[in-house]
């Protein structure tokens, strides 16, 4: 193994650490992915019950843009969250001064998460089979494309969001929690970007999910999905990830000179 | 080894004038010294002295204002990949994950410095710091003592060339303070390791440094052996001339 793939595999190994003998790591998981299918899952049963079928048939959306959701969220989370469990270990200045290079650190983490999203999506696809009949496998080859764009745009959403913890430390762990939440309005995860005001579906264009998340609704209502939303959404992830590791390199920088890098884990 | 000895060395580590001000707070004023190979360097001062300042800037995680670091004659922000496989770090106040083991921790950094053999390396090190029975244990459910010599094994675990210890010995009993210090002394004087060494206690650092450097408001107070430091500030030992650096640093610039 090369030097580079050993560090990697290091960082990868001690993310899984996480999970041994930790009842609360492991039920966390699936725990706020499963209350939430729960939750739209009854909705859904609801809404077929007090409307017509036609409606009906629509609600099927909720539970397919709830788990696509989730993997979005979860994406951005698996690359925020184990840095912050480093600072909370007081390890990271370890880890800084180790031959440790961010990029090795940052795929160790993208590695260890789609582990996690794997296991998730494997629970939720299961549950909603077993409670609503969804099956995920009713979107057939396009499922692939659309996850590989969601993951990607929720990495650099957690690279951006990384950088906010280097540069601002433990002040900026709420902006981790709450930055997807910002996204998701404007993703139109649950509506037609048509629903949002006009002078907003400029700015929703412009997230990759959007696209996703239109193009899901395509499959679900016509069986096929529409190759420009993907590659739309790809070339805007490619920008997106750009963008998130200049921004990273701008702020570790910045936290280098402030002295914020020498003080994480201790603010 | 003399001083002279010491003189004609390479510097591993060489500061010249290095300043360092953030948010209007001059934490390093000119701050010039080098440290050889196979020296240890006692950096010594009050608490917000500008120590760990000075060791974050030699460790690259801190760009200085202005003036000149250099370690193994390469600047650490601009060749920081070549420097950090030839040096380690342990301080007091950083910490292993604690929910890993002892061992799993070890492993973890043998493969980020890429350490060869590293079970048998991993063996020894915890045999050294007399804490072999505790490697299947949480790091977490160590005590601090215990957690301070397994961070000590990590530093050693690259068999640096230079090695910065941060109040090495802050959470340890004077029984294993003594065992610690011991090993460093041992290992250093084996592999002639450069070390630059922080401490407030005054007896350990006479019994372990070659050569100690007070530090106060970011200035260079006094630098020598610890007895000429002692002879020059015309006191009884360390500890005097620290409190009077503490207590009155300014007026001694």
Redesign the interface.
Known sequence: MTPSLNRIYAMFLRYLYLHQRSLPRNLEIIFWPVMDLMVWGFVTLYLQQITSSAVGGIVVFLIGAMIFWDILYRAQQTISIPFMEDQWARNTLNLLISPLRFWEWMTAMICYGVVKITVIVAVLAVLAWQFYHYSIGSLGFSFMPMVVNLLLFGWALGIFTTGLLLFWGHTAEALIWGIPFLVQPLSAVFYPVSVLPVWLQPVSRMLPSTYIFEGMRGVIQNGTLDATLVWSAFGLNLIYLSLAGFSLRWMLSKARQAGRLSRLGSD | MSNSDYGRMEPVIELQDLC?R?NGTE?LKNLSFQLKKGEILGLLGPNGAGK??AI?II?????PTSGEVKVFGLSP?QHR?QL??R???S?A????????TAV?NL???A????VKDAKRKIKELLEVFQISHLGRR?SGFLSSGEQTRLNLC?AFLNDPELLLLDEPTASLDPDMADLVKRVILKVQKERGIAILYTSHNMTEVEMVCDRILFIHHGEKKAEGTAAEVIQRFKTENLEQVFIRIARSGDLLA
């Open positions: 360092k953030y934490a760990t300042t974050h460790l690259g995680l801190l760009t922000i990949f950090l496989p040096l380690n770090f301080s106040y950083v910490n292993l994950p604690y929910n890993l799993q492993e973890l950094y493969r980020l410095y890429n949480r990590k």
